[in-house]
């Protein structure tokens, strides 16, 4: 039996939307591609806010390679609101990966070809 006065609520566990986009060359993909990026990542950042579903928390660049990161409570709920910003990047190969729970051994975790 829980307390409610002394145990704390339980948080759900954090689910995360992880985009991955192919760009050129190898190191940081061009001007023009890291602006496109930005943009869409403005984007989504705008609509998942609104849609308050979760946050979007930034990107990494390397490797010739871009990955956006997203993270709320509901995976599918955030790909939902993130996806049209995802597919319109033209960058391919590409792929979602969908996180349900946090970082382990024992999470569901399905990959979305965009």
Known sequence: MKDTQVDPPE???EHAVIARFQLGGDGFGEPDQRSLVFDAERS???????????????NE???GEVVIYAYGPDADALYRV????LRA????????VLRYGEP?????????EL
């Open 104 to 112: 382990g051994d024992d999470i569901v975790r399905v990959r979305v």
């Open 82 to 85: 993130m996806e049209p910003c």
């Open 61 to 63: 660049f390397g490797g």
């Open 11 to 13: 948080t759900p566990p």
């Open 89 to 96: 990047l033209p960058f391919r190969p590409a792929h979602v």
């Open 44 to 58: 989504a950042e705008s609509a998942v806010r609104a849609a308050g579903v979760g946050e979007v928390d930034g």
